[in-house]
């Protein structure tokens, strides 16, 4: 057995032990935290050492890996503690990271694959936070713990599933030494998805449905080499969210994004490339990418659960929130094809002075990517329409301004600050962010004068 796989294990079996918090109260798992943290210092060689020792933990003499791993668990453990955090949150979270880097430790013994690796890690990393979940309710509840756990268990799989998917893509583009950062992110999701519980609506059969038909997308857009293993994660995770806490019409609207802006990019890809306009890696996007354009949506998406939660402040209307959402896409869809298509056309004029500029400059547009991008707003435009009755003729021509305005947004951004202050995946946020609030300004300002 390699080192890799036996130290995974030995830290899978570390994990176990955080079911003493549901058994033996906080206080006892401090207490083996302390044993443990404290053995790391003493430990600086032998068999022990090597067993627990990461690369890195070989030039400082010390189990830091272990040491940060275990701190990183009692933060954890203090918010479960001192806040609105669940014991089995907390507890999922743990035996996510532990169990689901042992199976792909493990898996590794036989393949290289990445999307396999990663399948593997999903998969088992799932089915230990479910397990931890139901765990700690039977250790916490004792004989009422069937008839809650009938209750939660939709609430269970997504978390577990969440969890796992944002897992994977931090191990994805973090470093293997990284898994403290990663047990704390998938916490703190986990915290948040869970104070959404009320606004779930799906059973759960209709989340492991809603899984499918995520990860089968997911894994297309990396079949056909538009999305690379971390924005093929990435897509799953915001679709997954996107199902469960806002529903299929939405999933739709933000796949539609997905979909055509991805084969976008293949679009006379040769001729970007000999352009130097091309997306890096074949046209395929990464999370950042994946990111920089849904980021947006997917706070939308949130918003409208806590409000259909009544969870915010003064309780807006969840209507709102989807205008915000379908501005936000229909900006990215705007941009992007204005972007993938206009570039192979005649020379680009700056949009700030209307001067010629070379192809691939920032904020450069052209009238054929201009036309493009209007098409890309109506898209949206008329899905919404056809899927969300609250939209209307009015509300569809308000998600084409705001894809129109988001386009241009990003090209006034390009030209000014792309470069100097921003990124190409900060342009993309703020103008997306530009569109969702354009687009649920203009419904409250119609709303009102009507």
Not at 17 to 25: E, F, K, M, Q, R
Not at 141 to 147: P, R, T, V
């Amino acid at each position: 057995m390699t080192a890799p796989v036996r130290r995974a294990g030995a830290f899978a079996l570390l994990c176990t032990l955080v079911l003493a918090v549901p058994l033996g109260g906080p206080w006892v798992g401090a207490a083996i935290a302390a044993v443990v943290i404290g053995g790391a210092f003493a430990v600086t060689d032998g068999p022990l050492f090597d067993l627990l020792a990461y690369p890195g933990d070989y030039e400082d003499g010390r189990l830091y890996g272990l040491i940060t791993f275990v701190l990183a668990a009692v933060t954890l453990g203090l918010i479960a503690v001192t806040a609105s955090m669940s014991t089995a949150v907390f507890v999922g979270a743990v035996l996510l990271v532990g169990y689901g880097n042992a199976a792909e430790q493990l898996a590794r013994r036989r393949t290289d694959h990445d999307v396999a690796l990663v399948a593997v890690f999903c998969l088992v990393a799932t089915v230990a936070a479910v397990a931890g979940q139901v765990s700690t309710q039977s250790l916490t509840d004792g004989a009422g713990s069937l008839e809650s756990m009938g209750s939660t268990v939709p609430t269970t799989i997504f978390l577990g599933a969440s969890g796992a998917l944002l897992a994977a893509l931090l191990r994805d583009v973090l470093l293997a030494r990284d898994d403290p950062i990663v047990m704390l992110s998938v916490g703190l999701l986990s915290w948040l998805l869970a104070e959404l519980e009320p606004a779930l609506t799906l059973d759960g059969v209709e989340i492991v449905a809603a899984l499918g038909i995520t990860v089968a997308l997911g894994y297309a857009s990396y079949a056909l080499e538009t999305a690379s293993i971390a924005g093929m994660l990435t897509g799953i995770l915001l679709g997954l969210l996107t199902i469960v806490l806002g529903g299929y019409g939405w999933f739709v609207v933000l796949i539609s994004f997905f979909a055509i802006g991805g084969l976008s990019s293949k679009y006379r890809y040769e001729e970007k490339e000999e352009l130097g306009v091309a997306e890096d890696n074949d046209g395929a996007r990464g999370s950042g990418n994946v990111l920089g354009n849904a980021a947006v949506a997917i706070a939308a998406v949130l918003g409208y659960a806590a409000s259909s939660a009544t969870l915010l402040p003064g309780n807006p209307e969840p209507s709102l929130f989807l205008f915000a959402f379908a501005g936000s896409v229909s900006t990215a869809m705007s941009d992007t094809l204005s972007s993938e298509i206009g570039s192979v056309f005649d020379t680009p004029r700056l949009i700030t002075t209307l001067e010629p500029v070379e192809p691939g400059t920032d904020g450069g547009v052209t009238w054929q990517g201009e036309v493009a991008g209007i098409a890309g707003a109506a898209v949206v435009a008329g899905i919404s329409y056809v899927l969300f009755p609250e939209v209307g003729v009015v509300g569809a021509a308000i998600i084409v301004a705001a894809g129109i305005v988001g386009m241009t947004v990003d090209s006034l951004l390009g030209a000014t600050l792309e470069g100097h202050l921003l990124g190409n995946q900060g342009v993309n946020f703020l103008a997306t962010l530009s569109g969702a609030l354009i687009c649920a300004l203009l419904v409250l300002s119609f709303a009102v004068l009507s």
